[in-house]
Structure formats: structure tokens, C-alpha cells
T-cell receptor, first 114, second 109 residues
Framework: DTEVTQTPKHLVMGMTNKKSLKCEQH?????MYWYKQKAKKPPELMFV???????INESVPSRFSPECPNSSLLNLHLHALQPEDSALYLC?????????????FGPGTRLTVT | ELKVEQNPLFLSMQEGKNYTIYCNYS?????LYWYRQDPGKSLESLFV?????AVKQEGRLMASLDTKARLSTLHITAAVHDLSATYFC?????????FGTGTRLTIIP
């Protein structure tokens, strides 16, 4: 099973709302990632978790708050977002972060901020 | 900072023709990936290239890696409509993947 699942598939939220994106994998992977992808652009890395610890934060604004409750789950908490944060948010996982193992991507959450 | 460039950015080709997408990167790496993305969908892994001279083939697609030239190619043979998608290369460096600009491929019947 090489599946990464994400919920919800679509999310529309106002600028004052608080919401969370969820990601789950059961492949025993110890690295999990959040990417943001704007239309017609490549994915951009936001956060990397390695063995449930945050190892990379690409200077993402604090209105995005990641959380890794256990090795299978990754959340992205959203608060006070801006319209320019509207994008496809992709979760990915890999065995470890060495680059020797491919990253498997989830289907994404399409976020619209109004 | 690792930079990854692809060309062409857009490619429109007829069914049955052959073509090559190029991926150039700026710093040393021997870990390169190719992904496919259909409109509104997620990324599908196509190839993992982990050494100089690596060549992998799947159906009408073949990928290669030249780490000395910092160049990977994705060759399409006898294109069919189903191959229409955006193709990204991604290079591992500085403990993370950096994606190329993407090549939007359209196959015309």
C-alpha cells in the first residue's frame, strides 16, 4: 500500500476562521512533508517532519502551524489566512529524509481563502 | 541555493512523435526524481534516478541522469494522447527536494 490520504479534499474558509488539514500514511514512513502549490507552479516545500520532529521550516508564516501527533499523522493548522494562501496543499511521505527514497504524495487539499 | 530548470516549459507535439524534456540543476546531486501531474490532481512518481548514468524506462518514457553535466532527460517515444500532463523533475539537495519549473505537455491527435 503506497497511499497517502488527505482530508478534506476541498476547503473554503474566511480570513478569521481556524481550520486544520489532515494527512495520514500507513507505510511505516518516518518522514512527512507539507508542500504548497499555486496554479501552474511547482510545489514549494513548507515543512519537513523526521521521526515526528520538525526538521525543516521554510520560513513559513506563523498562520500555518504544523503538528505531527504520531508517525502516521500530520496536521496543518490554519488561522487568519490571507487570500494569497489559496492553493493546493500537498502532503507527502518517504521512508526517511535522505533523498534515497521517493516521496509519495497525497491527493491534496484545495484551499480557498475568502 | 539549488536551482532546477526545465525546458521547454510548454510542449505541444503530435501523436507518434518523439521528444525530450531537459532538466538542469545548479549544484551537485545524484538523487533526481521525475513526477507527472494531471490537471487538478496530485503528483505521481515516475522515476527515481540515484547514480550517474542511471537510465530507467517505463512504457514510452525513458529517463536518464548525468550528474557530471547536472542534467537529466525525460524522453518520450511515439507519444500518445494519454501522456498529456505536466512533468516535473525534482532534485534532492540541502536535505530537501527542489522541483523544476515543470513542462506542460500536450499531445495532439
Amino acid at each position: 500500500d503506497t497511499e497517502v490520504t488527505q482530508t478534506p479534499k476541498h476547503l473554503v474558509m474566511g480570513m478569521t476562521n481556524k481550520k486544520s488539514l489532515k494527512c495520514e500514511q500507513h507505510m511505516g514512513h518516518r518522514a512527512m512533508y507539507w508542500y504548497k502549490q499555486k496554479a501552474k507552479k511547482p510545489p514549494e516545500l513548507m515543512f519537513v517532519y523526521s521521526y515526528e520532529k520538525l526538521s525543516i521550516n521554510e520560513s513559513v508564516p506563523s498562520r500555518f502551524s504544523p503538528e505531527c501527533p504520531n508517525s502516521s499523522l500530520l496536521n496543518l493548522h490554519l488561522h487568519a489566512l490571507q487570500p494569497e494562501d489559496s492553493a493546493l496543499y500537498l502532503c507527502a511521505s518517504s521512508q526517511v529524509t535522505s533523498g534515497l527514497y521517493e516521496q509519495y504524495f497525497g491527493p491534496g487539499t484545495r484551499l480557498t481563502v475568502t | 541555493e539549488l536551482k532546477v530548470e526545465q525546458n521547454p516549459l510548454f510542449l505541444s507535439m503530435q501523436e507518434g512523435k518523439n521528444y525530450t524534456i531537459y532538466c538542469n540543476y545548479s549544484t551537485t546531486s545524484d538523487r533526481l526524481y521525475w513526477y507527472r501531474q494531471d490537471p487538478g490532481k496530485s503528483l505521481e512518481s515516475l522515476f527515481v534516478l540515484l547514480s550517474n548514468g542511471a537510465v530507467k524506462q517505463e512504457g514510452r518514457l525513458m529517463a536518464s541522469l548525468d550528474t557530471k553535466a547536472r542534467l537529466s532527460t525525460l524522453h518520450i517515444t511515439a507519444a500518445v494522447h494519454d501522456l498529456s500532463a505536466t512533468y516535473f523533475c525534482a532534485v534532492f539537495g540541502n536535505e530537501k527536494l527542489t522541483f523544476g519549473t515543470g513542462t506542460r505537455l500536450t499531445i495532439i491527435p
